[in-house]
């Protein structure tokens, strides 16, 4: 059983590697860059919840993308303070040449379990979590930055 954690965890972080080394950027960074162009126009917000992170590692993962060329951000609307996000074409050409799948491996692998599957490993996780006693913030840290 230790050995499966042990390959989950291993495809993980060697996904983030290729991701970091072919991209240049990390995967979390990927993954938000990539939810950007899928929605044009999202905020910081909705860009959290679509990664189920905290508003404040969006918001972060934001800055970095602004500062390296790779998104825009926008003030427009009735709300000034709400900024709504745009891909650049360095961020568009960025994709172009990163691994996939975008999101990151397990994310990916999950969306492909049946319901069955996933109320079961969810359960079972759950269980082993409660044993662990387990900070349940860290739940909203993205993979790609543990």
Do not use: Y
């Not at 905020?43 to 998104?71: F, I, K, P, W, Y």
């Not at 609307?77 to 799948?101: H, N």
């Amino acid at each position: 059983m230790l050995r499966r954690f042990r390959l989950v965890f291993n495809a993980v972080k060697t996904h983030f590697q290729q991701v970091e080394k072919q991209a240049g950027i990390g995967g979390a960074q990927l993954w938000a860059l990539s939810v950007v162009r899928a929605q044009p126009g999202i905020g910081v917000g909705a860009l959290g919840r679509a990664m189920d992170v905290h508003q404040t590692t969006a918001s972060n993962l934001v800055r970095s993308l602004v500062e390296q060329g790779l998104a825009e951000s926008h003030r427009s609307g009735v709300d000034k303070r709400a900024s709504q996000l745009k891909i650049t074409r360095a961020g568009t050409r960025l994709l172009a040449r990163a691994p996939g799948p975008l999101a990151g491996v397990l994310p990916d692998a999950l969306a492909r379990l049946d319901s069955a599957t996933l109320d079961r490993l969810d359960a079972d996780l759950a269980r082993l979590l409660e044993m662990l006693e387990t900070d349940k913030r860290a739940a909203q840290i993205p993979l790609a930055q543990m």
